[in-house]
């Protein structure tokens, strides 16, 4: 897979004073923890120890979709070989009444009911000695239970649609302009039907909780998303203060946001940990990752567009239903990037929901705008084709120069020169718009391309920079590391700050005693942490500065702040670079301590006054055969318009992965659901079908690396999610243009392509 | 898991004598590469009380007969047995069977025994929380009927209805055994009563009124081989696998062509398909048509028709019908121009 970033990786001196736009930073070529996970010294939740030998906890689930539980026999179970504890509804500890105040606003369930809500909720939890003895423990259970009717046919439910029940970020329902006069004015339509399926995040690393108690305070290692929230949730749920929870995580092994909230299990472990004394330790089965730890919801979209002969868009209506649980109300917001992508006279969008007996959903990478994106930018290239009209040009004809939702100007869109680059990188011009034009033998080929978009999130978040006496540095925030590089871009901020080499930086994170720190979920914590580091190297080189300037032995002292710059592990003046002194001369001449420094940052004047997106534009090749239909997908081209790209390895890496699950959206990853019974029949990854290498053909990702100054300092906005936007209607796309075969149903598995 | 003894055995009587000794009620079982076995224990759905490991049997070789075939260990392991000079050069269908099998990971581990007996994927056996299996509790009825059954069976099920205990429409998984098929190999079995020889045709089973069982092997049986014929097929062979993705999946319709030629005439044929039947499905009448006719449209959409005879899909897996006939003249088309010529195209 030939790669290429386009980052012209400046190395430049910081200035204390500077503002405004930054050069790009000093990179930090190997990831910080790439020795660490390659030998395997990375530790994960599942795999810590507590001070004294842990106990196993195993969650036994419902075997029915609906109803309530009649009774547990537990006595076989109590007996067997290892068993410490069987706890149950009719046994379990009580915890206060459930709080719904954010984030902890999820329904888990954690014994306090006999209700079932779905297949798969947690009924009771084994502890014994060892897993297989909690295992084989489970299965001598004897649960009954009254069965109820249970609401599992979605299709057959959309009647019963409804709005949410809670405002999400965006409003539910939205409508501007007057869409019936913007309609009667197109003259040409496209009106279809989108679906997209269940789905569930499967990161290598399943959750996992170890857990123990010191009297009143619990310890625990969780694998998460959100150190913060979590150990609130724990907290609340359990009842106790906050900051009796401390909370660990240094690695988390993926989580693509099935990790942003705290489940049932978490909750279990500290239960289970106090009614047996000891420390537990819990880590789901990889079944057990469909259904109590969230998913994606289905979804069924209607898009209209109608657009004037030379290709205006006149207007969009965009109406999504979801399925959600029984227990909560949660929006996958499929229409909100309707609402900005494009101009238009006028725009309707909606989203409802439908309640059936499932566990409940969640964020699933890129909520909204991969669902959203698959659907209408399918649409589209639906227009273009009744347009007789290049998709590209599609969508220059409609290219929003300000955010048509809010009215807001952008913060910084580049989207033009996404299609540009990306559209020649590919060789787009040579297109022939004819449907199964292009064939090869037996393989019918076929180009096509659609938008990516996210927004840029920032939150609110601290970290602590402290320059040591022997000129490294250490950086330390309570953010977590998914493998997306949080560590690498840590060290290298500070470093860079600093003008130290990032090399010589450490860094902590995944710690409730460190700073405070976002949920690595929106695609935020880059653009929320980095600005908070900067801000506290900033104070704490700013801090050794001053020590300089009042030390007359110093070849700074005297000078003025302004005029002290900062590189390879020296503060020297701007104005006369050869007069310089090093951290470590500094600091040994003046106390020799540690001097430290907490940057604090959150969103300021951007989040209200600009509309803050990022862009790209995907193009994907495709070979599918004309017998079985079998998809080849033979490369994928795309540039995006992210800001600055902190980090080249990460940060590119976190697009492709992006694109390599947008191509498994298109064509393979489908959570089957049996409509009877309500379990998910393929709960395992032989069977849940995501991309291999084999699936993924050439990647040529390209970044256009224009700092958007006016979102932060940093002038990056998150990567984490916009790979996966577009990329199925790209695919999609490329197929119908193979074909001739529009499949509008996700995924887009050979048996639809046959029957179409 | 339920708790097991574990019997490691050196020699293939010490095999036997283990697997027949009077265990408790869910038996003694052989292990191979495991890859199958612990899968389906972990899951509860096998509990055998008894492993009997035979991975140090010395049943490994891959050896030429006397009269010209090929004679396979039981304990050879598929990514071997799938790059053995012998195989890759007189059996060209069967190392390609084979490769496009799972994984370079689990191939490694596999055998060729534990592969002719791996179960099917099919979900309402592999779940335990779903009450009705016929296969996996017999008399429990076939949830797989109204369920979710892309992979299910078209050809030789037993259909009476979802609650009836000798429905079953589950399928054969392995890429292997539509291969060994086609190819007419013979199983070689040993037990405490002496030994046998079975026809690949009659080892595996229709799911008749006793869908429990997949093979005609007897409780206590040992493989310990498997035979090739004298190779007819290594020019013109082709194994055609569909599936889900490029790899790592199994089949949803696979199959396996070996033919006979002279000039553009099929002088004899040997064919069966994967993916569509609780065995490997061998059609004579399509093979018989195949003899003496030449490679053509015409008489390979012949062929396609008569294999699919009788094929009645379900809810899901309806298109499996049209799937398999194109499989078919496809695979045909590619054995007809010749196995190296296939590759390239
Ligand atoms: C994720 C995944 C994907 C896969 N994909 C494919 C695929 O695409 N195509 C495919 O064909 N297969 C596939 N397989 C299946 C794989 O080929 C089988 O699991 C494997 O061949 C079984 O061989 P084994 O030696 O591991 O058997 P084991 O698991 O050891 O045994 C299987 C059964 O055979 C019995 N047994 C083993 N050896 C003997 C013997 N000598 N005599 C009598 N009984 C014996 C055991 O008692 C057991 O009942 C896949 C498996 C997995 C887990
Ligand atoms: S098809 Fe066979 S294996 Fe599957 S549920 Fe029915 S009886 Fe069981």
Redesign the interface.
């Known amino acids: 897979m030939p790669i290429t970033a386009l980052n012209p990786g400046q190395q430049k001196a910081s200035g204390i004073a500077s503002d405004g736009a930054k050069p790009a930073p000093k990179q930090l070529a190997m990831r910080y923890d790439a020795r660490a996970k390659v030998t395997g010294t990375a530790k994960y939740a599942g795999e810590f120890r507590a001070p004294t030998d842990a106990v196993y906890a195993f969650v036994v689930q419902s075997?029915i979709p609906s109803g309530s539980i009649a009774s547990i026999d537990q006595a076989a179970a109590t007996k067997s070989?290892g068993v410490l504890a069987v706890i149950t509804p009719f046994n379990a500890p009580k915890l206060p009444p459930a709080n719904p105040q954010p984030p902890a606003r999820r329904h888990i369930t954690v014994l306090q009911e006999r209700e079932i809500f779905y297949?798969g909720q947690p009924v009771a939890v084994v502890v014994a000695r060892s897993l297989?003895e909690a295992?084989?423990a489970a299965?001598l259970l004897r649960i009954t239970y009254r069965q109820t009717a249970a609401k599992l046919r979605f299709r057959e439910r959309l009647g019963e649609a409804r709005p949410p029940k809670f405002p999400g970020r965006e409003p539910a329902a939205q409508t501007r302009g007057d869409l019936a006069a913007a309609m009667s004015k197109g003259t040409v339509r496209v009106e279809q039907t989108y679906t997209t399926p269940y789905q569930h995040h499967n990161p290598m690393e399943p959750h996992a909780t170890l857990a123990w108690w010191e009297g009143g305070k619990l310890n625990v290692y969780d694998s998460t998303q959100y150190i913060a929230g979590d150990c609130m949730t724990i907290a609340r749920t359990l009842g106790i203060p906050t900051d009796n929870v401390h909370l660990e995580c240094p690695y988390t092994g993926g989580g693509f946001g099935c990790k942003g909230s705290t489940w049932s299990h978490v909750i279990l472990a500290a239960m289970a940990a106090k009614v047996v004394g000891k420390p537990v330790k819990l880590t789901l089965e990889r079944?057990q990752m469909w259904g109590p730890v969230g998913g994606r919801p289905t979804t069924v979209q209607q898009i209209k567009l109608a657009a004037t002969q030379d290709g205006k868009i006149t207007g969009v209506q965009h109406d999504v239903i979801v399925h959600t649980s029984l227990m909560e109300d949660f929006l996958e917001p499929s229409a909100d990037q309707t609402r900005m992508l494009y101009a238009s006279e006028a725009c309707a969008t909606s989203h409802k929901m439908v309640d059936m007996n499932l566990g409940v959903a969640t964020f699933m990478r890129a909520p909204g705008e991969s669902t959203g994106t698959a659907a209408l930018e399918t649409a589209m290239d639906e227009l273009a084709l009744a347009l007789k009209m290049d998709p590209v040009q599609l969508r220059l004809t409609n290219y929003a120069e300000k955010d048509p939702g809010s009215d807001k100007p952008w913060s910084s869109k580049h989207l033009r020169e996404c299609y540009e680059q990306a559209g020649e990188r590919f060789g787009w011009s040579k297109r022939n718009p004819q449907p199964a034009s292009m064939r090869e033998?037996?393989k019918l080929i076929g180009w096509g391309m659609a938008t990516a978009t996210y927004p840029a999130n920032r939150s609110a978040a601290q970290a602590l920079v402290r320059i040591l006496t022997n000129g490294h540095a250490f950086v330390g925030c309570g953010s977590q590391d998914l493998g997306t590089g949080t560590y690498t871009i840590m060290a290298q901020t500070a470093g860079d700050t600093l003008g130290i080499d990032p090399r010589l930086v450490e860094a902590k994170l995944g710690d409730s005693t460190l700073p405070k720190a976002p949920a690595s979920g929106g695609s935020q914590s880059a653009a929320s942490i980095c600005p908070a580091i900067s801000a506290a190297a900033m104070q704490a080189k700013l801090k050794v500065a001053q020590l300089a300037i009042n030390d007359p032995e110093s070849p700074l002292h005297g000078a003025i702040v302004a005029d002290i710059s900062a590189s390879d592990g020296r503060l020297f003046l701007s104005s006369s670079p050869g007069s310089s002194d090093s951290y470590a001369d500094i600091l040994s001449r003046n106390g020799g301590k540690p001097v430290e420094a907490l940057g604090s940052t959150e969103p300021g004047e951007d989040s209200t006054a600009m509309s803050t997106h990022s862009f790209g534009a995907v193009f994907a090749e495709v070979a599918v055969d004309a017998?079985?239909?079998?998809v080849?997908v033979r490369r994928i081209v795309a540039t995006y318009d992210i800001g600055t790209l902190i980090n080249d390895t990460t940060g590119i890496n976190q697009l492709e992965g992006g694109i390599v699950w947008g191509v498994g959206f298109a064509?393979?990853e489908e959570s089957?659901?049996?409509e009877?019974?309500g379990?998910y029949?393929?709960?395992n990854l032989?069977?849940y079908?995501v991309?291999?290498?084999?699936?993924i053909g050439k990647l040529d990702v390209t970044v256009l690396n224009i700092p958007d100054i006016k979102f932060n300092p940093l002038g990056a906005r998150g990567i984490g999610e916009i790979g996966i936007t577009g990329t199925a209607a790209a695919v999609g796309n490329a197929i119908f243009h193979a074909t001739g075969k529009r499949i509008r149903n996700f995924p887009i598995?050979?048996?639809k392509l046959?029957?179409a | 898991m339920n708790p097991f003894e574990y019997q490691r055995v050196s020699s293939t009587e010490e095999a036997i004598r283990h697997i027949g000794a009077p265990i408790g009620t869910h038996g003694a079982k052989f292990l191979g590469g495991g890859t199958n076995l612990i899968d389906l224990m972990k899951l509860d759905v096998e509990c055998p009380s008894v492993l009997v490991d035979i991975t140090r049997l010395e049943l490994t070789k891959v050896e030429p007969t006397a009269n010209g075939g090929l004679m396979v260990g039981a304990l050879v392991r598929n990514s071997n047995l799938a790059n053995d000079p012998h195989v890759i050069e007189k059996y060209p269908l069967l190392s390609q069977a084979l490769l496009s099998g799972a994984s370079p990971q689990l191939r490694n581990m596999a055998t060729t025994g534990g592969n002719l007996l791996q179960r099917t994927r099919c979900y309402y056996f592999t779940d335990t929380a779903f009450p009705a299996c016929n296969k996996r509790v017999p008399g429990s009825g076939c949830a797989a009927i109204q369920g979710f059954n892309r992979i299910h069976a078209i050809l030789g099920q037993t259909d009476h209805g979802p609650t009836s205990g000798e429905s079953c429409i589950a399928t054969n998984p392995s890429d292997m055994n539509v291969a060994l098929t086609a190819l007419g190999a013979t199983i070689h079995v040993q037990s405490a009563h002496g030994k046998r020889s079975i026809p690949i045709a009659d080892f595996h089973r229709l799911p008749g009124s006793t869908p429990q069982l997949d093979t005609n092997l007897k409780p206590g049986e040992l493989i310990t081989a498997v035979e090739l014929p004298v190779s007819r097929f290594a020019k013109n062979s082709w194994y055609l696998k569909v599936r889900d993705r490029q790899s790592y999946a199994f089949a949803l319709v696979s199959v396996a062509i070996g033919l006979e030629m002279d000039g553009n005439t099929i002088l004899s044929a040997g064919m069966a398909l994967g993916g569509v039947a609780h065995k490997p499905w061998r059609s004579l009448e399509a093979e018989q048509e195949l003899a003496g006719a030449p490679a053509t449209r015409q008489s390979i959409e012949k062929a396609a028709d008569l294999a699919l005879e009788g094929a009645k899909g379900y809810e899901h897996n309806v298109f499996k019908i049209q799937l398999a006939k194109q499989s078919i003249m496809r695979a045909l088309t590619l054995a007809a121009r010749g196995t190296t010529a296939g590759r390239e195209a």
Not at chain 1, 627 to 630: G, L, P, R
Request: cysteine-free; charged content about 20%; proline content about 8%.
């Open positions: 075997t070989s297949n297989p295992i084989q299965s079944p033998g037996n017998e079985t239909y079998m080849e064509l393979h089957h659901l049996d009877t019974y379990r029949v393929n709960a032989a069977e079908h991309p291999v290498n084999a699936d598995t050979l048996d046959m029957n």
